[in-house]
């Protein structure tokens, strides 16, 4: 951002997890990348705090057959 090669209006933290079956295999899904999520963005806050404002999240699962990247509402 600093050099000007990527654009100065924000970046995404993406973090998820993958599961196998629906039930509790995909519940320790969804708390391991809330845990993911929560963390990377506390370390972004201390170490970067000017990136901090233009930090978009994003928490998903993955499902590992169908490959699709389910979103979960934010908390």
């Known amino acids: ?19 196998g ?3 509790v295999d ?9 845990f993911l999520s929560q963390f ?5 806050r201390t170490e970067y705090p000017d990136l901090a404002g233009k930090m978009f999240m994003r928490t998903a699962v993955l ?7 389910e979103t979960l509402a934010a908390e």
């Open 26 to 34: 995909r519940a320790r899904a969804e708390l391991k990348a809330r």
């Open 40 to 44: 990377a963005a506390d370390v972004i």
């Open 63 to 69: 499902n590992g057959r169908s490959r699709v990247l």
């Open 1 to 19: 951002m600093r050099a000007g090669r990527i654009p100065d209006d924000g970046f995404l933290l993406l973090a998820s997890s993958p599961y």
């Open 21 to 23: 079956e629906i039930g």
